[in-house]
T-cell receptor
């Protein structure tokens, strides 16, 4: 069975600084995708970044990048130059087909 | 392209009633999935439909059901509502295994 674990319930970062959110997962499959989603107070889940397991290169989207360690089953999200608008719940997720397994989330606070 | 649209946004129902939630996916997306989000259980997968067929199902009682129409729009139904069914219900439409979510329906059972 797939599992996704986020061990940091809450993180804080100073505006313009860098923060890393941790995620570990477990799956016996080889063809899977990993994601980070952001859920602001509006409650809509917004895709931040995705990583295909077969790709060795770490995904990057502007200020957001991941550190994908396949052997260690680790998938952390780095947010550079943090902005007030980055404050939200961040969920790590994995999928084999179209069934997503989510972690419990990390609440990110951005301090002005 | 229009995003995923869920209706209604808010619902208040009484225990024992039934409720139907609707989801219109992004044009061209044939996979629609549903999730329940609660403070205690987090995000839990309910079911996924593709071309009007249920492909995946989560561990929810039979009171939770869904369907998908030929235009890919989907509905989920919860019968005999319980207080514990109060939650945010999220719909996602997917292409190439990437899910795009709607704004959710907040269901309150009183």
């Amino acid at each position: 069975a797939q599992t996704v674990t986020q061990s940091q319930p809450e993180m804080s970062v100073q505006e313009a600084e860098t923060v890393t959110l941790s995620c570990t997962y477990d799956t016996s499959e080889s063809d899977y995708y990993l994601f980070w989603y952001k859920q602001p107070p509006s409650r809509q889940m917004i895709l931040v970044i995705r990583q295909e397991a077969y790709k060795q290169q770490n995904a990057t989207e502007n200020r957001f990048s991941v550190n994908f360690q396949k052997a260690a089953k680790s998938f952390s999200l780095k947010i550079s130059d943090s902005q007030l608008g980055d404050a939200a719940m961040y969920f790590c997720a994995s999928t084999l087909t179209y069934k997503y397994i989510f972690g419990t989330g990390t609440r990110l606070k951005v301090l002005a | 392209k229009a995003g995923v649209t869920q209706t209604p946004r808010y619902l208040i129902k009484t225990r024992g009633q039934q409720v139907t939630l609707s989801c219109s996916p992004i044009s061209g997306h044939r996979s629609v999935s549903w999730y329940q989000q609660t403070p205690g259980q987090g995000l839990q997968f309910l079911f996924e439909y593709f071309s009007e067929t249920q492909r995946n199902k989560g561990n929810f009682p039979g009171r939770f059901s869904g369907r998908q129409f030929s235009n890919s729009r989907s509905e989920m139904n919860v019968s005999t509502l319980e207080l514990g069914d109060s939650a945010l219900y999220l719909c996602a439409s997917s292409s190439d295994r990437v899910a795009f979510f709607g704004q959710g329906t907040r269901l309150t059972v009183v």
